[in-house]
């Protein structure tokens, strides 16, 4: 962004310099050709431009600003409106003001020129009691997931005759929350048997006796208005039937942040890394997905760690809350893949997402035990760039039974995502007993 003119930083504008000049002109010709007028002219100038600046600077005057964000969380790529309430307390009126809002690294202004950080305030009158409140908006383009601080305001008055100005910070930054964008993925339409994210029930087998009839031999403390009138007489013995409840489907999203699969930038803040930025943004599109299927989606770190509270199926509002813990995540320490492999050892598992970044051999072999205790393993794969290695490690993971998705960093998401699902297994998918 350009910066503050140089001259702007001087404590004399422009017309006050030439009024000193002048006045230093006049205090010459009037020594030169005696001339008293010109020196009267001369000193009164001078004068003007000193009462001026002790008006500015000596006289009591405040300024205070309020900020405010349209939407209050932006997702990556969105546009924000920045709304500031300046108010104004100064003992002397004060002609017009500029005002620049200072915008961090990651968020840009918007295209629009009229929309820029910066502008001019309007001349305000002498207020101490009640402030002169002056209201501007400008657009930003949030670039870059994290929190961003919006700030301070930069403001630059002048007094009455517009002699001096007096350049200050007014208040404090303000925090903008930044998430990962939030890509529409494909449904899960194939998956196999029970696998569907819709509810489905199961038989409550409660009580002594239960056998996999419909009907169970009575227990005591069941309600007789669960009695089963045909199962007793035929069976001549108080048989119920076994109530059915709700059970929701459980599906698993991990976001690797093993440092070694991402570049140094990932682990030092949040948006360096553009490759750990689509990452987290196909972490958040693959839960938003599985919630509107209806799951319960647990998302965790590649060492089981849970990143953000279960979200239950169709509970956008915890979708958006995944976003909000996301803002600020990075890659962390190295962390082997071999200890997910453990987590799903000896289950049966729903839907399992996996988001990692470049694989070697070794973790395609850590990872390759997981497929088999998933109903549909998804492998997307996030790479610097479309190399050889990473199109060995897709059908190295393929292999495996994963159904992978491969995609460069800043890559389509969506693409990647309906690769995945198109993508078959060489081999059965085996479930592990539990």
């Known amino acids: 962004m350009p910066r503050w003119p140089l001259l702007s930083r001087l404590p004399l504008t422009l017309r006050g310099v030439g009024a000193l000049v002048l006045a230093g002109v006049c205090g010459v010709l009037a020594q030169r050709f005696g001339i008293a007028e010109l020196a009267y002219v001369g000193a009164l100038l001078a004068a003007a431009v000193v009462v001026s600046a002790a008006t500015l600077y000596l006289l009591p005057s405040s300024a205070r600003v309020t900020r405010a964000f349209s939407p209050d969380v932006a997702a990556t790529g969105s546009e924000v409106r920045v709304r500031l309430t300046v108010e104004i307390r100064a003992s002397l009126p004060s002609s017009q003001a500029r005002w620049r809002d200072a915008v961090p690294d990651g968020v840009i202004p918007a295209s629009v020129v009229d929309s820029a950080p910066e502008g001019m305030l309007p001349a305000t009158g002498s207020a101490m009691a009640d402030p002169s409140r002056v209201e501007v908006d400008y657009a930003v383009r949030a670039e870059r997931r994290g929190l961003r601080r919006v700030g301070p305001l930069a403001l ?41 994210g819709s509810t489905r029930s199961v038989a409550d087998r409660m009580g002594q006796g239960a056998d996999n009839l419909i009907p169970r031999t009575y227990a005591p403390g069941d309600s007789m208005r669960r009695i089963h009138w045909r199962a007793s007489a035929h069976r001549d013995e108080l048989m119920v039937r076994q109530e059915e409840q709700e059970t929701t489907p459980e599906a698993v999203v991990v976001l690797d942040r093993g440092a070694a699969r991402w570049s140094p930038a990932a682990g030092r803040a949040a948006g360096a890394d553009p490759a750990f930025e689509t990452a987290v943004s196909a972490c958040v599109s693959a839960t938003a997905r599985l919630v509107r299927e209806g799951y319960l989606v647990t998302v965790i770190d590649a060492d089981g760690a849970v990143l953000c509270d279960p979200i239950e199926g169709a509970d956008t509002a915890g979708v958006e809350h995944l976003a909000v813990a996301l803002a600020t995540i990075t890659a962390r320490r190295d962390l082997p893949l071999d200890a997910l492999a453990r987590l799903f050892s000896g289950i049966a598992a729903g839907p399992v997402i996996v988001v990692t970044g470049g694989l070697a051999d070794a973790d395609v072999v850590a990872l390759a035990p997981v497929p088999h205790h998933s109903t549909m393993p998804i492998l997307l ?54």
Request: negative net charge; aromatic residues 4%.
């Open 156 to 196: 630059v008055t002048t007094d009455p005759f517009g002699f001096t100005r007096r350049r200050r910070t007014v208040g404090d930054t303000s925090p903008l929350v930044i998430v990962p964008e939030i890509v529409d993925l494909d449904e899960l339409h194939d998956l196999p048997g029970d696998a569907g």
């Open 381 to 434: 794969l996030v790479s610097e760039a479309q190399e050889v290695e990473a199109q060995e490690v897709v059908t190295a993971a393929a292999d495996t039974g994963w159904r992978v998705g491969a995609l460069t960093a800043g890559g389509d998401v969506a693409a990647a995502w309906s690769d995945a699902l198109a993508s078959r297994e060489t081999r059965s998918v085996h479930r592990a007993a539990s």
